[in-house]
């Protein structure tokens, strides 16, 4: 299988859920479900070209609406509406494609839910966050970083040196408390989209390329 395209019940709701084979070469028998952030959806601009990253470097990807996504809203649901919906995608995974290793995550908002499932127990081999957002743009008091500690899986983290929702001492002072094989990796010049400016020297094309290949040896090591 390459692609397919599902329709997702998600206790009374629908959501719909795209599974895109790597076009290079892939890691064998590892899928990895993303989901989107907070203002966008699975077929966004940063979605696509971070899962067009990835499946580059060998990842099969499962992308998906959140159910408020999926109905046109902007307005996120409740975090334990946005866990069922990622847990009923999960399971619709493993039914169609029954991986060796499943890794969840994504992009900000939907990193942040898997994270915290994760920390409750949801079984997978692993979490993959981009631009994990510890607090507020503006508000560092306010982290959300309390479930960090109760993770168990390895965990493989991007975030840009100039996120205004990841302030990096802070999230370095977060991370003492994690007992998790936590790779942390700081992509200078980076914001919160993943996008340098010119004076940086480097392309946005350039940081996902780079996101891509480290995802890629993260996800060997953790199948050996």
Same mark, same amino acid.
């Given at each position: 299988m390459t692609a397919a395209e599902w329709k997702i019940d998600v206790r009374g709701d629908e959501t719909t859920a795209v599974f895109e084979a790597a076009t290079a070469q892939q890691i064998r028998d590892t899928v990895f479900v993303c989901a989107h952030g907070a203002g *966008?959806?699975? !077929?966004?601009?940063?979605?696509?070209?971070?899962v067009d990253a990835l499946r580059s470097s060998g990842v099969d990807v499962v992308r998906f609406n959140f159910l408020y996504s999926e109905r046109g809203s902007g @307005?996120?649901?409740?975090?334990? @509406?946005?866990?069922?919906?990622?847990? =009923?995608?999960?399971?619709?995974?493993?039914?169609?494609?029954?991986?060796?290793?499943?890794?969840? *995550? !994504?992009?900000?908002m939907g990193g942040r839910a =898997?994270?915290?499932m994760a920390a409750k127990g949801f079984v997978c081999g692993g979490l993959l966050l981009f631009a994990y957002p510890l607090h507020p743009a503006g508000q560092p008091e306010k982290l959300r970083d309390a479930h960090l500690p109760s993770i168990r899986v390895p965990v493989l983290c991007f975030n840009g040196t100039r996120d205004a929702l990841c302030t990096p001492s802070l999230m370095e002072v977060a991370l003492q408390t994690v007992n998790a094989r936590w790779d942390m990796e700081w992509l200078e010049g980076a914001d919160h989209s993943f996008?340098?400016?010119?004076?940086? !020297?480097? #392309?946005?094309? =350039?940081?996902? #390329?780079?996101? !891509?290949? #480290? #995802? @890629?040896?993260?996800?060997? @090591?953790?199948?050996e």
């Open positions: *966008g959806h699975m !077929g966004d601009k940063g979605m696509s070209k971070l @307005r996120p649901d409740p975090m334990p @509406r946005l866990e069922q919906c990622f847990a =009923a995608v999960v399971d619709r995974v493993r039914q169609e494609l029954d991986p060796r290793m499943l890794i969840i *995550g !994504g992009r900000s =898997a994270s915290m996008h340098v400016l010119k004076s940086s !020297g480097k #392309t946005d094309a =350039a940081v996902l #390329t780079n996101v !891509g290949d #480290t #995802t @890629r040896q993260w996800l060997l @090591r953790l199948a």
